[in-house]
């Protein structure tokens, strides 16, 4: 008997982003704010005035990313398991990337799904890591290992919240939007280097335009079969090199700088992109103070990183490149020496010049032991 | 400014199940089978023999849903782990329902999601548990808990892996084949009452009609936010069942027939369904051995475990309830005292009359320790 049952699923969900409008939400069930201490210090109370509703849980965990693991989820997911929560109630994620990668997959998974909204509270996750759904926790073997594709149900984005971001930080959000318009918007990018994103005006548009730009790609393709990977723009690099310094020296958005110059340098080298617009990009990073290289060791082991990294599909490093100001090429056959004759451009550069390292200039020594 | 950014994530999936025509699978990428030793022992070697793939690596589990749990899917995943695989290889569910919920699950979850196939190995995951997308695993607080909608890429349903069944499975799957067609197709039920399922020309027909009523029913609400709800008939009565007996004493097809009567009851006291309508419903079940009462010691007791299930919202119990054979209705404005006088009709009745015990019947003493 021939019984070939065709099935169709179809899921088609459709939510908002706002940009400085959070004045009031309201909720007739019960809602749990998950939040670091830090951010719920500078800024709970803020969320808290126009908070209306039935019953509320705030459920703090402790902040970074070496806590965004299956210990602290199941932490999350057993406090909403005591408070009797379901598939109707909603939480909230207040915080960072670490905070809204956890919220969403504990939102994702438990009960097979529970409402949830982001409120992020860096530029990075306000600009990047709140829009598309991408969710997760980090494992021994990586980062980001163990996850799920969860959309929330609202994006609220309040620059007000960006007051008290140290500079770092800020600088990390910044390489993403440099990113955005790098790979998709020339326009968007000249514009970059006229503005002043320290200005809230122009940090508005920009994130504005960056959150834009993100919303189309992910609506496009949000299982990152194709156009999104894009996304990953500098992540290629960045990956290896968050992973060499053991995910303590850089912020993600400054290990994508870095990485973006990488891939910049590969891009001028197959003639994608000019000297000069290189040149600019790495300009517009170091303008707000990110850093831009990085002193490779041991460039084989550097090379052998890249096939840790889950998007290296069948032995074959997927990079992404910017292929003239606004545009992009992923690029799965570039060769090894093509890649390694870049790397060999940053064995001797001096990654010591960074802002972020108050050790002695002076020493050679003290390089060394950094990339440690 | 006003910056309300709308956004619209649309994903399809289409996918076949074929019924009786697992003859060859082919893979140009990692394999992993994921099985227990009991259904390996039986059947892997004739699922090996059609099986063309570059690596495979086989992952057993031990059998039984006690290991449905975080644990043993901390295993699946970092076995995944070691053996790198990534997204674009697959993971074959072989077995029943607990293999084929954990391994969705790790397939949900796994670098975000990885391919995965079902082959049913019971009656029961073969028409209901392997369609539809349901994943999960359970915890200290209940059953399916944790988990995902993730649809898999393809369901083989192979009837010559039923012929090793131990009768009360073969029996618990019929339970789900009765619930589908008397809550959707009262043609489907009369042939039902003709048919002999033991005949493998009949149960392949139920098979397929039953998989394609889910299909349907799926496709129109995979989230279930309506009609899927549906295919819970029986089964806010069988959850209580089943905890009230610790998941021992019934298996899950076994708690669904008791719950079937017990939800028709209800039907028959609002006037939805006959008596003679359930009386029918009830001699189908019998005739395949299954159980339909249950002793209630305690009825306030059953009453509020209706509380503990996820799908009980806001404090109303959702009854799904037959209406007129072929038809289904969802209340959850039924009274108190009504389910009450349905429950009330059980706890005079002598559950020890079911084909499973080898209990002595000659003393009252026994009835009351199985319903501890």
């Given amino acids: 008997m ?3 049952i065709k099935f169709d699923v179809q899921s088609s969900r459709d939510y908002s982003i706002y940009i400085d409008e959070l004045k009031e939400l309201s909720f007739s069930r019960k809602v749990a704010i998950i939040t670091n201490p830090k951010v719920a210090g500078f800024h709970l109370q803020t969320l808290l005035q126009g908070l209306k509703v039935d019953a509320l849980f705030i459920i703090t965990v402790p902040d970074g990313e070496s806590y965004k693991n299956q210990q602290t989820l199941d932490l999350i997911l057993e406090n909403l398991f005591n408070h009797q929560f379901n598939r109707n109630d909603t939480l909230i994620a207040f915080g960072g990337g670490v905070i809204g990668d956890m919220t969403g997959f504990a939102a994702s998974i438990y009960q097979r799904g ?6 992020p ?10 829009v598309g759904g991408k969710t997760g926790i980090n494992n021994k073997f990586g980062k980001n290992l163990i996850g799920a594709f969860h959309q929330p149900q609202a994006v609220y984005i309040e620059t007000q919240f960006l007051e008290t971001l140290p500079s770092r930080e800020f600088g990390a959000g910044v390489a993403e939007i440099v990113k955005m318009a790098v790979t998709f918007d020339a326009d968007f990018f000249s514009w970059l280097e006229e503005a002043d994103l ?17 919303a189309y790609v992910v609506s496009q393709d949000e299982k990152e079969k194709g156009l999104r990977a ?3 723009y ?4 960045a990956h290896v090199i968050e992973n060499l310094t053991g995910y303590k020296r850089y912020l993600h958005g400054e290990a994508v700088a870095i990485g973006i110059c990488m891939a910049n340098d590969l891009s001028v080298k197959l003639g994608l992109l000019t000297k000069s617009e290189a040149g600019r990009i790495k300009a517009l990073l170091e303008r707000y103070g990110l850093p831009t290289t990085y002193k490779i060791d041991d460039i084989e082991d550097f090379y052998q990183h890249f096939f840790l990294d889950k998007k290296t599909d069948n032995a074959k490093i997927k990079f992404i490149l910017a292929s003239t100001l606004g545009g992009n090429v992923i690029k799965d056959d570039i060769t090894k020496e093509d890649v390694i004759t870049v790397l060999d451009g940053y064995c001797t550069c001096n990654s010591i010049n960074s802002l972020y390292f108050t050790l002695p200039r002076t020493s050679q020594l003290h390089l060394t032991n950094l990339s440690i």
Same sequence: chains 1, 2.
């Fill in 234 to 237: 500098g992540h290629t690099f």
């Fill in 114 to 119: 529970i409402n949830f909204i982001q409120i």
């Fill in 230 to 232: 894009v996304l990953n």
């Fill in 2 to 4: 021939k019984s070939d």
């Fill in 198 to 214: 320290k200005s809230r005006k122009d940090l508005q548009v920009a994130i504005r335009k960056s959150v834009e730009t993100k």
């Fill in 121 to 130: 509270t860096t530029l990075l996750s306000q600009v990047d890591a709140s």
